[in-house]
């Protein structure tokens, strides 16, 4: 297993960073008092996969041989890292990175590079995609969630590259919008799981991007429809985590997503009726960081974004409750334990995981999730 200088600094710096970056404005620095190799060390990760088209996953329904397309003539915007999701939090990894150090080394490699990819056309063609019936519950909710990011990211960045990409992409994301409109309606039950599907990450980075770009219809509809799946939740059974190829922790997603929801003082009494062990420090499987065995099984590896989402949505959890809150504390000491052990698989040289680890390393260094930003 290699592990970079970088990586394994960005470990050993974490304990002593994370309490001053909970503090701070979500969006601050990738580490606090950290020089550039870090960010440049995940830029260059990414860049690596950008216009990688092979190996590639495609997920495709073919109705014909007309269908038989390669990733770049089905996806000209979204066609590397190994799969369209991957693809695009690449994109929204490389633009975070420029917007908060735009002193980064790669800086105008990442203009170039994105700059072709979000083009007019492509994007055009990447929306034109989700027209045909067949194709609307393409990448849902995961990866339509991961645009929206994407687009939320590129609204906030005070960049003429940067808005000329958005306007770029404001038809594909009009377009997953309205097909989040007209899904969740429909959608009688959540997706609990800790894989792509799971509703409560997905409706948290979509309230995320309402709130930002202050659609308040959307978000009216985002609310309403965490609280019809999760209000009721109550003893949430931890023991029945981790299964051997998450990369999500459904619980604590469902917590962080609540704290979007619900005012400071609703949120801590439905937390306890949630969790009711985080008072007593018993975090169950919480507390324990993933045990990851093989980093070249494409499977086995996302434990590793386990270990990453769960320090994110543990972050999340602590930043809404009271500094004299003991479950604060509890949380904060977890966070630091699952992220050390995270942070140095991220760089592993294996294609299975690196083609999208770096993304989650960076919402949960960046607070991607904490303010909104």
């Known amino acids: 297993m290699r592990v970079t200088t970088a990586v394994a600094r960005l470990a050993a710096l974490l304990m002593g960073v994370m309490a001053t970056l909970m503090g701070n404005d979500a969006g601050a620095a990738l580490a606090p008092g950290a020089d550039m190799e870090q960010a440049s060390h995940f830029a260059r990760m990414s860049l690596a996969g950008l216009d990688r088209e092979y190996p590639n996953k495609p997920n495709e329904l073919l109705t014909g041989p007309a269908d038989l397309k390669t990733p770049r003539e089905l996806h000209p915007a979204f066609w590397g890292h190994f799969d369209w999701h991957s693809s695009v939090h690449a994109h929204w990894m490389l633009l975070r990175l420029l917007r908060l150090h735009p002193e980064l080394p790669e800086a105008a490699e990442i203009r170039t590079r994105i700059g072709a990819h979000l083009t007019k056309e492509n994007l055009l063609a990447e929306t034109a995609y989700f027209e045909p019936r067949h194709n609307q519950s393409f990448e849902r909710m995961y990866g339509w969630a991961w645009l929206l990011r994407l687009a939320q990211e590129l609204?906030?960045?005070?960049?003429?590259?940067?808005?000329?990409?958005a306007a770029n992409l404001r038809p594909?994301?009009?377009?997953?919008v309205a097909l989040t409109e007209g899904y969740l309606p429909r959608l009688t039950y959540p997706v609990r799981t800790g894989i792509h599907p799971d509703?409560?990450?997905a409706l948290s980075q979509m309230i995320d991007y309402a709130r930002a770009t202050g659609n308040v219809a959307f978000e009216a509809l985002l609310l309403q429809r965490a609280k019809d799946y999760y209000?009721?939740?109550?003893?949430?059974p931890t023991t029945f985590e981790p299964s051997g190829q998450d990369f999500f922790s459904p619980g604590l997603n469902v917590a962080d997503l609540m704290r979007r929801v619900l005012k400071p003082k609703a949120?801590?009494?439905?937390?306890?009726?949630?969790a009711p062990g985080l008072r007593r420090a018993r975090l169950g499987a919480w507390a324990t960081p993933a045990v990851v065995s093989d980093l070249e099984d494409p499977q086995i590896v996302h434990l590793v974004g386990l270990n990453l989402s769960r320090a994110s949505a543990m972050q999340g959890i602590a930043s809404a409750l009271d500094t004299r809150d003991r479950r604060r504390r509890n949380l904060e000491q977890a966070m630091q334990a699952h992220a050390a052990v995270g942070l140095p698989l991220v760089s592993s040289g294996h294609y299975e995981g690196e083609h999208w680890l770096a993304s989650f390393a960076v919402y949960y260094l960046t607070g991607a999730g904490l303010s909104g930003d």
């Open 155 to 165: 609204r906030g960045f005070d960049d003429p590259d940067a808005r000329s990409w």
């Open 172 to 176: 594909l994301e009009d377009r997953i």
């Open 199 to 201: 509703t409560a990450w």
């Open 231 to 236: 209000f009721k939740d109550a003893d949430y």
């Open 267 to 274: 949120y801590s009494s439905w937390l306890n009726r949630f």
